[in-house]
């Protein structure tokens, strides 16, 4: 297994999604190690986008997103559930990758713990929320760096390659009318049974 560097992320967010799919993404916590095999991204383009947090520029809440790259920006929705981005491209500039779902590849009890009342697996990590909730990311990560000597990473490994030939390009989810809705920005292995469902 091999930790991404950080020239990895410092391109823009549209290479960082393609190549992120069939990455592990690791969390070395206080009580377990989870990781997750990443099956669906999302590429936002800062002031280019109309569906990214950072299209107005700078804000408190989204300061980590115009910071370095290799970062993790984690943020707050629908007043209940925390998301976590890939921070992308260089210092000052506003680009970042989604982290959509995932399959699990290590810790599955502990995801299993930490979302109860869950009888399906394929559910555990099939979301954005729902993949920071299995792996016990929340706002204390913020921030948190995936470069070496970090307690979260994304790596390679013999498999990635397999699942990165088999993903898509289509449009992302949840977004409004009119704020990026029609980009392709969303890469997906298609039909994979950890992907999140359209609603």
């Known amino acids: 297994?091999?930790?991404?560097?950080?020239?990895f992320y410092a391109r823009d967010a549209i290479s960082v999604a393609r190549d992120l799919i069939g990455c592990l993404f690791v969390h070395a916590?206080?009580?377990?190690?989870?990781?997750v095999r990443l099956v669906e991204v999302e590429?936002?383009?800062g002031d280019q986008d109309p569906g990214s947090h950072g299209f107005r520029g700078p804000s408190p809440r989204t300061r980590t997103m115009f910071g370095p790259p290799g970062h993790l920006y984690v943020y707050f929705t629908y007043g209940m559930h925390w998301c976590a981005n890939v921070v992308c491209d260089r210092e000052g500039v506003c680009e970042?990758?989604?982290?959509?779902?995932?399959?699990?590849?290590?810790?599955?009890?502990?995801m299993r713990v930490r979302r109860p009342g869950i009888a399906d697996d394929r559910l555990l990590a099939a979301g954005p929320a729902r993949l920071t909730l299995a792996m016990g990311i929340g706002k204390p990560h913020d921030g948190a760096s995936l470069l070496r000597g970090g307690s979260m990473w994304c790596a390679e490994d013999e498999a990635?390659?397999?699942?990165?030939?088999?993903?898509v390009w289509t449009?992302?989810?949840g977004l409004?009318?009119?704020?990026?809705?029609?980009?392709?920005?969303?890469?997906?292995?298609p039909g994979h049974p950890h992907a999140s469902r359209r609603r």
């Open 160 to 167: 990635t390659e397999r699942h990165r030939a088999r993903a």
């Open 176 to 189: 409004a009318a009119g704020r990026g809705d029609d980009l392709e920005w969303r890469r997906v292995i």
């Open 1 to 7: 297994m091999r930790r991404l560097p950080r020239a």
């Open 43 to 45: 590429a936002y383009r």
């Open 96 to 110: 970042a990758v989604l982290l959509r779902a995932g399959e699990p590849a290590e810790g599955l009890d502990m």
């Open 171 to 173: 449009r992302r989810i």
């Open 29 to 35: 916590g206080p009580e377990d190690v989870t990781a």
